[in-house]
């Protein structure tokens, strides 16, 4: 099994449309993270959370929001869908003892809003 | 606090050319600096780090980077491709204990 799972792999959504984009992780980690991923913009943080309790606003919130409902689970929600919300999204958790190392990434989740 | 720039977006060679990909950064501080790779569909690996010591790094795969303090950048080479690192590159650094990435770099090895 994979250490960073995302769910779902593939979405395609409509305008409008309240989705959910679920993560968790099997490495103990209290660290969690959102990026999105856009064509020559890299990867842009959204959220994290760097424990249960903590939720932190990334360089570009506006529009998501998350929800941290166990050590290994980090859920980022889109309320309203909208087409610029279109992009590949990474789920990541770190071990803080190991610096940006610890860093592991899951396989994605390529949203589509039409 | 730290931001990342990566000169090239799309860099076309053949294989066996030697490859240099362009970082910088602008200083925020203690530098902690990465290279990662994503190989088409699939996720982030990281191909090395520098955190200190030795500012020539060598990663995995063959690469290398070397980290020059008086230029702010963190090069990325290696002497000969293959078609198998056809890519995408970013250059990543630590900002306030979170990774900021440059645009990254797409490259294209022909057979």
């Known amino acids: 099994d994979a250490d960073v799972t995302q769910t779902p792999r593939n979405r395609i959504t409509k305008t409008g449309k309240r989705i959910m984009l679920e993560c968790s992780q099997t490495?103990?980690?209290?660290?969690m993270y959102w990026y999105r991923q856009d064509p020559g913009l890299g990867l842009r943080l959204i959220y994290y959370?760097?424990?249960?309790?903590?939720?932190n606003k990334g360089e570009i919130s506006d529009g998501y929001s998350v929800s941290r409902q166990a050590q290994a689970k980090f859920s980022l929600s889109l309320e309203s869908a909208i087409p610029n919300q279109t992009a590949l999204y990474f789920c990541?958790?770190?071990?803080?003892?190991?610096?940006?190392?610890?860093?592991?990434f899951g396989s994605g989740t390529r949203l589509t809003v039409v | 606090a730290q931001s990342v720039s990566q000169h090239n977006h799309h860099v076309i060679l053949s294989e066996a050319a030697s490859l240099e990909l362009g970082c910088n950064y602008s200083?925020?501080?203690?530098?902690?600096l990465f290279w990662y790779v994503q190989y088409p569909g699939q996720h982030l690996q990281l191909l090395l780090k520098y955190f200190s010591g030795d500012p020539l790094v060598k990663g995995i795969k063959g690469f290398e980077a070397e980290f020059i303090k008086s230029k702010f950048s963190f090069n990325l080479r290696k002497p000969s491709v293959q078609w198998s690192d056809t890519a995408e590159y970013f250059c990543?650094?630590?900002?306030?204990?979170?990774?900021?990435f440059g645009a990254g770099t797409t490259v294209t090895v022909r057979a």
């Open positions: 490495k103990g980690h209290d660290r």
């Open positions: 200083y925020g501080g203690t530098v902690n």
């Open positions: 990543a650094a630590i900002n306030d204990y979170k990774l900021s």
């Open positions: 959370s760097f424990d249960v309790k903590d939720i």
């Open positions: 990541a958790t770190s071990d803080p003892g190991q610096g940006a190392s610890g860093y592991t």
